[in-house]
């Protein structure tokens, strides 16, 4: 099985812990400090694969049906559905998949899909929504988005990996991107960051196996904890 395909398996599992339809209402009460907000499910069978949230106002939840994005954000009280643009709902010979969600606050929340064509190969991009429409960006053809860290709207991050050449199983080089508010620029990385989590502009964690052993087999890879400073 290819990397890719394990990336996705392991993207919709994720997405199943989600939905709550297969937990019995009785259960669901007595959980203690848990509550549930929403139930993605029928009619439209949305796989919900990504959330993110700013605040106790505002949250962002990500999915797929069989061939449209799905967006829908928590404004303090429930979910509202989201519009997409036209280029990612009901789409033919070709299938959706979201790689990360993000929001700094209500008017800058990002969405980053892909869509895989039938004929093959990916497109990667990046939603920018700003409180009132959507900005499409293009980020690439053929490297992978894992996660992201929005920390305003002009400093955002795309976190990946290159296509690898080994045999299937590992990662390829590192591959991170940051956008200024402007446009995106490449950033070099000791390492493919597969987790991250931000405090601030200047001080970024991320997980992930090394540049050096990333193209080998998983067992052979040499995991990272990798710090960004802010320079």
């Known amino acids: 099985m290819s990397r890719q395909l394990i990336s996705r398996s392991l993207a919709l599992a994720g997405a199943l812990g989600l939905v709550a339809v297969f937990v019995p209402a009785a259960q669901a009460a007595s ?40 967006v829908a954000q928590w404004a303090g009280s429930q979910w509202q559905d989201v519009a997409v643009p036209a280029a990612f709902s009901d789409l033919t010979n070709a299938s959706l998949n979201v790689d990360s969600v993000g929001a700094s606050s209500a008017s800058n ?26 900005r499409r960006f293009t980020l690439s053809r053929q490297n992978q988005v894992f996660t992201t860290a929005v920390i305003s709207p002009s400093d955002v991050w795309a976190f990946g990996t290159k296509p690898e050449s080994g045999s299937g ?18 950033v070099s990385m000791p390492g493919v960051a597969t987790s991250v989590s931000t405090v601030s502009a200047s001080d970024i964690w991320a997980l992930g196996p090394s540049a050096a052993t990333a193209g080998n087999d998983g067992a052979e890879q040499v995991p990272l904890a990798m710090h960004w400073n802010g320079q």
Do not use: E, K, M
């Not at 991170?176 to 446009?183: K, T, V």
């Open 31 to 70: 959980t203690p400090g848990w509550s549930i907000s929403d139930v993605f499910g029928a009619p439209d069978y949305a796989t919900v694969q990504n959330v993110a949230a700013s605040g106790p106002q505002d949250a962002w939840a990500a999915g797929t049906t069989t061939q449209s994005l799905v």
């Open 109 to 134: 929340a990002w969405v980053f899909p892909d869509i895989a064509q039938a004929t093959g190969g990916d497109v990667y991009y990046a939603l920018r929504w700003n409180g009132t429409r959507w």
């Open 169 to 186: 199983l590992g990662y390829g080089p590192p591959w991170a991107i940051r956008y200024n508010g402007h446009s995106w620029q490449s």
